[in-house]
Each structure stands twice: as structure tokens, then as C-alpha cells.
């Protein structure tokens, strides 16, 4: 198991930034990846951005490159995902999942979220 605890969301106004972060502990050396997923309200879960704990290889959905940035702490098993030019459409309760490595990039493990609220 792995327990994922975000933070760092809150209110910001457009054109700012916010730097979110989330701590895995529980069987960390398991985990392949890390991914942020966003959900606003009345839409799905959709993916923001996953980086590997080996190598640190990123990838992002488009609506966010350019913009967003993702790192890892290995040592303190923590990511960041540092948000800039936030934009209203980013308004999202915004989660963090961890994988395993027998099934990489299929998340399995959840943290609680934390809301981003982007005002225009």
C-alpha cells in the first residue's frame, strides 16, 4: 500500500502561482510513477502530468505544458508540481495517485486532493 498526502492548493488569482505537493509513504519502492489528475466540478477526472521515480521523465497533458512543471524529491518521496499562469479553467480539485511497477501508469492508489481555485 501507499499513502499519498497532497497540499498546497488555495485560491489564486489568474495569471498567478501555486506550488502543490505530495508525500507518499507506505511502500514507496513499489511505485514506478507518480501522477496529478484534476476533476472540476460536473467533469471527469481527467490527467494533468506523471513523472518517474527512476529518471525523472515527465510527460503533461497539453492544456498544461508550457505552464505547469512537475519534480520529485526521491529522497523525501515527495513530488511538486508547480503551477504558473493559472487560468480559471484550471479550477479543479487536483490529486495525486501513485502506480506499481508490475502495472506501470494504471494508478491504484489515491490521495485525497486539494483545491485549486483559479478567480478571473
Known amino acids: 500500500q501507499v499513502q499519498l498526502v497532497e497540499s498546497g492548493g488555495g485560491l489564486v488569482q489568474a495569471g498567478g502561482s501555486l506550488r502543490l505537493s505530495c508525500a507518499a509513504s507506505?511502500?514507496?519502492?513499489?511505485?514506478?510513477?507518480m501522477g496529478w489528475f484534476r476533476q472540476a466540478p460536473g467533469k471527469e477526472r481527467e490527467f494533468v502530468s506523471r513523472i518517474t521515480w527512476s529518471g525523472g521523465r515527465t510527460s503533461y497533458a497539453e492544456f498544461v505544458k508550457g505552464r505547469f512543471s512537475l519534480s520529485r524529491d526521491s529522497a523525501k518521496n515527495t513530488v511538486f508540481l508547480q503551477m504558473n499562469n493559472l487560468k480559471p479553467e484550471d479550477t479543479a480539485v487536483y490529486y495525486c495517485?501513485?502506480?506499481?511497477?508490475?502495472?506501470?501508469?494504471?494508478?491504484?492508489?489515491w490521495g485525497q486532493g486539494t483545491q485549486v481555485t483559479v478567480s478571473s
Open positions: 495517485a501513485a502506480d506499481s511497477k508490475e502495472t506501470p501508469m494504471t494508478y491504484n492508489f
Open positions: 507506505g511502500r514507496t519502492f513499489s511505485s514506478y510513477s
